[in-house]
């Protein structure tokens, strides 16, 4: 069960790497690839299926500048064959020389495939910024 | 596997009728009810534990007048002993003689408990009105 923990964690990592290095291939990789797969970015409706959810991460990828997401209150969860990680994103972006953050609540939901720990479903919905968290527009020093 | 879906997807049914008849009782015998458990209200930061989570049903129930639920787009998947529902929630109140309505989507995770299948996770946030969806606000005949 420890061990399950930490993989499906560091599956979840993996994800946000991908998001951070806007890396289509890497996200790939990550995923269930077929019909069962769901994603809702914040705001969005539900994408439903591989090829709405890779094409939404291709979209994103070529269109958003760099981002940076920080994780905090990750937690995880193992139920047999299955896990899942929540966490708060703190997503920041540059415009001009001023960094913009606004903050997420994900649930990840991962599938063990033979050693592999598979995103089955993200749902990131915008939430407040934490209580005594620093503004969420910084001025880049 | 038939069965359980069939199991999960009444599960999730019995917690709307929970919420639409702003019965305590009625929900507090749908989750897992221990510190694990997660809630995320349309908006609301994500609630961690039963305690938590409790309170902010006693609290809607309470505060908010009659609420209708109509499940849009009900979709299950099923992994070992755990499940999770998604779909979309109309959600209608009236103020004085208008009805109103808003939209969320919902991830429900469900953990098979004996024969029973308990709520361990509810992920709602608000989306736009699904396209040729009937304005929102609408007048009570």
Redesign the interface.
């Known amino acids: 069960m420890e061990d399950k923990i930490i993989e499906v964690v560091k599956a979840n990592e993996n994800f946000y790497l991908a998001i951070k290095n806007s890396d289509f291939d890497q996200m790939e990789g990550l995923w269930v690839r077929d019909e069962?797969v769901?994603c809702?970015h914040?705001?969005?409706?539900?994408l439903?299926g591989w090829e709405a959810v890779s094409q939404s991460w291709k979209n994103i990828f070529e269109n958003s500048g760099p981002l940076d997401i920080e994780l905090r209150?990750v937690?995880s969860?193992i139920?047999?064959?299955?896990g899942?990680v929540?966490c708060?994103e703190k997503i920041s972006y540059k415009i001009e020389d001023e960094i913009h953050s606004g903050y997420a609540?994900s649930?990840n939901?991962f599938?063990l495939d033979g050693a592999k720990w598979l995103l089955?479903?993200h749902?990131a919905?915008?939430?407040?910024a934490?209580r005594g968290d620093v503004s969420s527009n910084e001025v880049l020093q």
Chains 1, 2 share one sequence.
């Open positions: 069962s769901k809702v914040p705001g969005w409706p539900m439903h209150d937690e969860q139920s047999g064959n299955s899942w929540i708060i609540q649930t939901i599938k089955a479903l749902h919905s915008p939430v407040p934490p």
